[in-house]
């Protein structure tokens, strides 16, 4: 990787779950079958190839220790081109063949030595940059801390650096070493999306870092400063390379070596306390002529479209303290083993699969550039690029480069790839590798988003050597490549471009800069960014009215059961609260319930073969027993409907445990999880497989119909939760009617011993589960308020959460913080006085628990007005932080949602991540999502959400106060800036009658 590049961008539940929020526990769209994805049946041939096959690594080891360093113009790398160029042929690929550019200047590294002299000597570790000139001989002089951080601070040392050593940068602290988070990539806020017609681009880093290195060696040439050392900002002796030229191989103006942290530090501390000298000496010598290098090229052509291609590549040069094994002989010798795999298979790709190792990317992509140069006039017959170049890690996943227009198509590539175990796609940018060069010549250029694995350490330094490579990784990344092209080839139609122009705003590129400048005119104050920062701070202000809030609702009000008087008490209040803060149209919408339902106590005890007392509570809308009943227990295990067949004749007058004990996994961050994972906030069963709606409800219906036919004395469901935690349910009962027979959740720990005890003979069990039904219909209500909108208030932009909750604690944390996050992001907005275009609404459903009842009530009471409503936002996973939003699919309006919540992600106190398009029921999103409006929610930390989800453990001392405000500010800035857009937010195509959910 091109650290001159990089360095500048751094700069820059489950089916045992049954009635338990079942939405939560899917991820990606259940798999489609072959005839959907028609590659799908090669790609495990190709993954079992590379898995027990693979060259890769014998291919890395001759590579690094029979040939070694590459450095551009040497003839390390010639020996390389040509030996790769054989193994291609060796592989059986076609059109093999070096494509010759040229490098102006080759520089040659002689030695390097150099050693504090005052005010104690001390010897240090250096090694010269590359294209660096070397020393007239030994120099000695004084270092200077060159501290200017703009052009105008130059002055300053003007007249005062003839024949200094200068240092420019701040040491990297190293003690303690710091954690390396392989997932940061995913976590961190999001990236600035691309600018928008009008406006200024996002340019490349590496522009602004180039300039500003020209400026300063400039200067230092005009002033004679006799050497630059740098820090290597490594540890334990670890070196670090790039080169200083300022154009294409030119000689650097001013000789300059890296150093070790350790002797960088040296020099520092030494500064506090007086004059340092430095004597240093590097004798490099430069080629009188230009010498030609080569990207080593090579197909497998298209047995359909030859003409059209599928670009794999890494570079194959490297820098030469070392071996240049992690960077890039690795993505190199993956793209050779993919190639090998493909062709040893005869696999027939309708499109022509070209692999392409590059040369002289460490110096600025030039190879990758040239190769774009030489190949213009089919730039058009390129479906992507992808590229391997972050080391030995293994592909966590595909970074997209803004391709928004692609992430669609690409979801299709990736979905037969679960082996992968890839996460979610990421429109993240990278400026410091070949995919690059195409991207910016519009062909969609993508890049591997790897685990650091101690890339941070073997990177352009002396320990990049082949002992580093780690063997399973290596072939996933050749897995990677290989299978993606393939599929990539195999798709009906070129990968789209994005939109022109690529680079809005900007002026074209000059011979003299080779890019994209910046347009003259100064950015305009932008006021929805202005208004963003104002609501944020708000907020912040109304922090304590938030909490005194949610403390009344969850303290005073209690537990808000769907029906009962502490529900209609909290409805009535909110529906004030809005009227007191001089909301518009602040009101109650009635919808109509069965049967309200009141908990009674549930208790029960085994009989035999060993006494004891079981730990039970009813389960929603369950009738009583009417008094203990007693009965022998029989377990039904199942996973689908067709499982329940032979339970028939079985359960008559028994007590039924539903569902055998599976082993299970705790919840983990949505943002690490697989892309065909099971992304759930809850405890699931390990190795679920995606949650899919319709066979869901084919499973429930069968199973309530089977226990309708044999009515068994009572049906009871173990807690998913430990040490004593329950959960809660309506098993058994849909739309408020009384569930069939009497059932009560156990906890775990009970339920896992009933499981033993049957393993071993006859369990008898005796039950008093109590719950009361009212026998009548009854009202409930969503409270409704809004700030209507002053150019389109008939179109709509909704916030919303829950305000029901389950009993067994008092849903401070289900929902009652998403309720109270709403309210506060409605009073911040009031407060302000904003004037959105668009209506903003505030709505809090009621009988979410039992099914999304409130939401779907409102979407069939607002059938006529849903064209109108650009999108809904629900906070409904708990009190854990806002992490981001996800959008279930929504790929048209991706982009457009970057740009609305990119406020969010640049706020310090929020940093929102990339949004996600998982397809992801379970809450009041998702009526509206199914109506086809824009229903998306907000993806928290889980922040023990699994323990506290219908729970007793649901109260107000597991809220977490500073993450709740966050949830207010993206709630109230996402409503802001979604009313504020140009257009309503596109919608998701229309889905075929038959496939709609029922």
Known sequence: MNTRRSVAFLLSAALILIGVRAGFASALPAPAPDTAYPYASDDGRILAEIQNNSEAMANLEYLSDSIGARLSGTAGLKRANEWTKQKFIEYGLTNVHLEAWTVARPWTRGTARARITAPAEHPLVIASAAWAPGTP?????????????????????????????????????????????????????????????????????????????????????????????????????????????????????????????????????????????VEIEMTNTFGNKPVEVYNTVADLRGSEKPDEMVIIGGHLDSWDLATGSTDNGTGSMAVLEAARALAKLKLKPKRTIRFVLFAGEEQGLYGSEEYVKAHVNELEKISAVLVHDTGTGRVRAIGMHDNYQDRELMDQVLTPLPELKLLEPSMARSYGTDHLSFDDAGVPGFFCMQDPAEYRLTHHSQTDTFDKVWKDDLNQGAQVLAAWAYNTAQLPTLLPRRPLPYNPGSKPATPSTGGAEAASPEAKPDPVAEMDTKIIEQLKRDEATLK?????????????????????????????????????????????????????????????????????????????????????????????????????????????????????????????????????????????????????????????????????????????????????????????????????????????????????????????????????????????????????????????????????????????????????????????????????????????????????????AHAAELPKISAVLVHDIGTGKVLTVDMMGNYAARETIDHALYPLAAAPTVGLSEPSLRTVGGSDHVPFDEAGVPGFFCVQDIADYDKTHHSQADTLEHVRWGDLTEGAQVLAVFAYNVAQLPDLLPRKPAKPAATQPK
Do not use: C
Request: charged share 25%; no cysteine; glycine share 10%.
């Open 137 to 277: 001989g030994v120099v000695h002089g004084q270092v200077v801390y060159f501290d200017a951080k703009e052009k105008k601070d130059f002055e300053k040392f003007r007249g005062k650096l003839k024949g200094a050593i200068v240092i420019y940068q701040e040491p990297t602290t190293l003690s303690p070493p710091q954690p390396v988070d392989p997932y940061r990539s995913f976590t961190r806020p999001m990236q600035r999306p691309p600018a928008r017609i009008g406006e200024l681009p996002v340019g490349d880093p590496y522009e602004a870092f180039l300039q500003a290195e020209k400026d300063r060696d400039t200067f230092w040439k005009e002033e004679g400063v006799a050497a630059v050392l740098r820090d290597s900002a490594k540890p334990e002796g670890l070196l670090n390379m790039t080169d200083i030229s300022l154009s294409r191989y030119a000689e650097g103006l001013v000789p300059t070596a890296f150093m070790t942290g350790e002797g960088y530090r040296m020099i520092w501390r030494l500064m506090k306390h007086g004059p340092v000298t």
């Open 548 to 860: 005194a809030d949610l403390t009344y609702l969850a303290d005073r009000i209690g537990p808000r059961l769907t029906g009962s008087s502490q529900l209609d008490r909290a409805s009535h209040w909110t529906e004030q609260q809005f009227k007191k803060a001089g909301f518009a149209n602040a009101h109650l919408e009635s919808w109509t319930i069965a049967n309200s339902w009141t908990r009674e106590s549930a208790t029960g005890r085994i009989v035999s073969p060993a006494e004891q007392n079981l730990t039970l509570a009813s389960g929603g809308w369950s009738p009583s027993t009417n008094g203990a009943v007693r009965g022998n227990v029989v377990g039904v295990s199942y996973r689908t409907a067709a499982d329940l067949e032979q339970y028939h004749g079985k359960l008559k007058g028994a007590i039924v445990l539903m569902g055998a004990p599976r082993e299970m996994e705790l919840p983990e961050n949505w943002l690490t999880t697989p892309w065909d994972g099971v992304a759930s906030p809850l405890v699931h069963p390990k190795n679920d497989q995606p949650f899919i709606n319709n066979d869901f409800m084919k499973l429930r219906e069968a199973m309530t119909k089977l226990v309708d036919e044999e009515k068994p004395l009572a049906v009871l469901y173990g807690s998913e939760k430990d040490f004593g935690l329950m959960n809660m349910s309506s098993p058994l009962s849909r739309q408020y009617a009384p569930a069939v027979v009497p059932t009560a959740y156990v906890e775990r720990e009970n339920y896992l011993q009933l499981w033993r005890f049957m393993e071993q003979g006859a369990v008898e069990v005796e039950v008093n589960i109590g719950g009361k039904l009212s026998g009548k219909p009854m009202d409930v209500y969503n409270t409704v308020a809004e700030i209507r909108g002053s150019e389109k208030p008939d179109e709509v932009v909704i916030v919303g959460g829950h305000l029901d909750s389950w009993d067994l604690g008092t849903g401070a944390t289900d929902d009652g913080t998403g309720a109270m996050a709403v309210l506060a992001a409605a009073r911040a907005l009031q407060k302000l006085g904003v004037q959105p275009k668009r209506t903003i609404r505030f709505v809090m459903f009621t009988g979410e628990e039992q099914g999304l009842n409130g939401s779907r009530a409102y979407v069939k």
